[in-house]
């Protein structure tokens, strides 16, 4: 299997919602987000999926929570704006796209979203 991942970021603030600790206030990240995608055979360029239109899905996607308050951006205006739901979206989300663009020939594998240099969690096809 051929797998290539691409990298972003976004700066959004979030307030977790039943949590005991600081983080239920306001508080902000620069969130780097990882897209790896996997696939069997390559298109008609010996190219599994360009770099290029990956990092574009990524960073549509992410345009929708940069700059903002997570807790008023659907669907985190009801579902709490955790680092696991903002990796499942982003899963979900870059997930039409890619498999839309290549006919299901390439898959999102995972999404890793990291909160800070050191905390990071993935989201993956099981």
């Given at each position: 299997?051929?797998?290539?991942?691409?990298?972003?970021?976004?700066?959004?603030?979030?307030?977790?919602?039943?949590?005991?600790?600081?983080?239920?206030?306001?508080?902000?990240?620069?969130?780097?987000?990882?897209?790896?995608?996997?696939?069997?055979?390559?298109?008609?360029?010996?190219?599994?999926?360009?770099?290029?239109?990956?990092?574009?899905?990524?960073?549509?996607?992410?345009?929708?929570?940069?700059?903002?308050y997570l807790n008023e951006v659907p669907p985190f205006d009801?579902?709490?704006?955790?680092?696991?739901?903002?990796?499942?979206?982003?899963?979900?989300?870059?997930?039409?796209?890619?498999?839309?663009?290549?006919?299901?020939?390439?898959?999102?594998?995972?999404?890793?979203?990291?909160?800070?240099?050191?905390?990071?969690?993935?989201?993956?096809?099981?």
């Amino acid at each position: 299997m051929y797998t290539l991942t691409v990298k972003y970021h976004f700066d959004a603030a979030h307030a977790l919602r039943s949590y005991e600790g600081e983080c239920r206030n306001l508080h902000g990240h620069t969130w780097d987000v990882e897209v790896t995608v996997g696939g069997e055979t390559l298109d008609d360029r010996d190219i599994l999926y360009d770099f290029k239109d990956l990092k574009t899905d990524l960073t549509e996607v992410l345009a929708e929570f940069d700059h903002r308050y997570l807790n008023e951006v659907p669907p985190f205006d009801r579902l709490s704006p955790t680092a696991e739901n903002l990796a499942r979206i982003i899963f979900e989300k870059v997930t039409v796209r890619v498999e839309e663009a290549t006919g299901g020939r390439v898959q999102v594998l995972e999404v890793a979203v990291w909160e800070s240099p050191v905390a990071r969690v993935v989201f993956s096809r099981a």
